[in-house]
């Protein structure tokens, strides 16, 4: 059974135990959240995983695998440090990778504890066949995020905007996936995943939109190269604790913890 370590405790995270509650292959043994959650943290466990404590730093010992599904600064803080002891990790907030010299950071840290991190698909599809057509060689990959309005609140996108006053469709970013994870942290880590798996940060076009006609997360990826073309268009139901999130992430999550641990992974 792999003991695994739990980087945040919100709709990610939480629904993460919640799916892994009974399974006989993995056990979520620690849960790591900031000092100011511990409570609120401990009160879900008594219901999902009685007996798992929170704690405030990954445990030195006792743990075979860590997964992040916490936020940007969860990466320096925790994620690094597990690396270098030898821990492998499973990484949600892959647009923290769009900070200068993170990705190199992460390599160097798994290098150094001689383990790997993995970054998870997350909210989109179809990054398998990216990563292979980048092989061959890309053209181009543009990415468009369309959320409901709601999805961008407490984000740049109200600035100079009332969201809630949407009637039709509004383009709130149009740039490159760096600035667009740099700037939406909690809503552009597919934006980075797809460029991290084809063109990269800087040659990845992405539009972002705040749509009143959608009730889903939108994500619509298309790529040409020596492979050929493709269009892949994500509807993901949004998790309900919170509307920036799609369900599909906590899936990928525990998909990737699943694989960990079978003996034949898919
Ligand atoms: N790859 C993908 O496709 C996607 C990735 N994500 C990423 O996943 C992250 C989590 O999403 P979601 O669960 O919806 O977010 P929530 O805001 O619901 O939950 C975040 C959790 O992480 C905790 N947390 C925040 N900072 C730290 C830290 N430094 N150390 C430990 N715990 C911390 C929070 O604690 P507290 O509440 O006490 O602050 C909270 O428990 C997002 O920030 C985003 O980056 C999200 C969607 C898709
Ligand atoms: O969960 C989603 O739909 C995707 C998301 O927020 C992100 O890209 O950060």
């Not at 936020?71 to 990484?91: F, N």
């Not at 909690?186 to 006609?213: C, E, I």
Request: glycine share 10%; net charge neutral; hydrophobic share 50%.
């Amino acid at each position: 059974m792999l003991r695994v370590a739990l980087i945040g405790c919100g709709a990610i995270g939480s629904s993460v135990i919640e799916l892994l509650k009974g399974d006989a292959s993995l056990a979520v043994v620690a849960v790591v959240v900031p000092q100011e959650g511990l409570a609120a943290a401990q009160a879900l466990l008594q219901k999902f995983a009685p007996g798992v404590q929170a704690a405030t730093a990954v445990p030195a010992s006792g743990v075979d695998l860590v997964v992040e599904t916490a936020g940007h600064a969860a990466i320096e803080e925790h994620v690094l440090p597990a690396l270098r002891r030898g821990t492998p990790c499973v990484v949600a907030s892959v647009g923290a990778l769009s900070a200068q010299g993170l990705a190199e950071k992460l390599e160097i840290a798994a290098i150094t504890g001689g383990t790997q991190v993995q970054l998870i698909a997350g909210a989109i599809g179809g990054i398998d066949a990216l990563a292979a057509a980048r092989i061959g060689g890309l053209d181009s990959v543009r990415y468009t995020g369309r959320k409901p309005p709601r999805a961008w609140k407490g984000t740049p996108a109200e600035q100079g905007r009332d969201l809630d006053a949407l009637s039709a469709e509004c383009v709130i970013f149009e740039g490159s996936a760096r600035e667009a994870a740099a700037l939406y942290p909690k809503n552009a880590n597919v934006a980075a995943t797809v460029s991290l798996a084809g063109l990269g940060l800087d040659r990845t076009h992405v539009r972002l939109v705040a749509d009143p006609a959608v009730d889903e997360n939108v994500h619509t990826v298309e790529a040409e190269g020596a492979f050929g073309r493709f269009e892949l268009s994500m509807h993901n139901k949004p998790l309900a604790a919170n509307p920036k999130t799609s369900a599909l992430t906590v899936y990928s999550a525990v998909r990737a913890l699943r694989n960990r641990a079978a003996a034949l992974a898919i």
